[in-house]
Nanobody, 124 residues
């Protein structure tokens, strides 16, 4: 059983920064890639960023490329999302997910492990 718990959300001003954390528990987590998704009000959940188990591969949505950085600390079993140059359109509930690289980065595939989400609100 994998449990994912996000933290670090809140309110930020446009142009500001925020760091999200996702702490994982459970032996299944070992070897899994991790990803961040987000869902804005009235919109579908969308992919934000993914990182491989080793941390050697990362992948970003075009909308956040150059502004967001995903990283992980496998000793702490935690993945991070550093968000810089925030924009009001980044406002959403951010979710952490775990799975294979293919599952996390291929649209339409079922992801089995999700966190409960953390709200990020960016004011203009």
């Amino acid at each position: 059983q994998v449990q994912l718990v996000e933290s670090g959300g809140g309110l930020a001003q446009a142009g500001g920064s925020m760091r999200l954390s996702c702490a994982a528990s459970g032996r299944i987590f070992r070897g899994y890639a991790m990803a961040w998704f987000r869902q804005a009000p009235g919109k579908e959940r969308e992919f934000v960023a993914a990182i491989s188990w080793s941390g050697g591969s990362t992948y970003y949505a075009d909308s956040v490329k150059g502004r967001f950085t995903v990283s992980r600390d496998n000793a702490k079993i935690t993945v991070y999302l550093q968000m810089n140059s925030l924009k009001p359109e980044d406002t959403a509930v951010y979710y952490c997910a775990a799975g294979s690289w293919a599952v996390l980065t291929t649209p339409g595939l079922r992801i089995n492990y999700w966190g409960q989400g953390t709200q990020v609100t960016v004011s203009s």
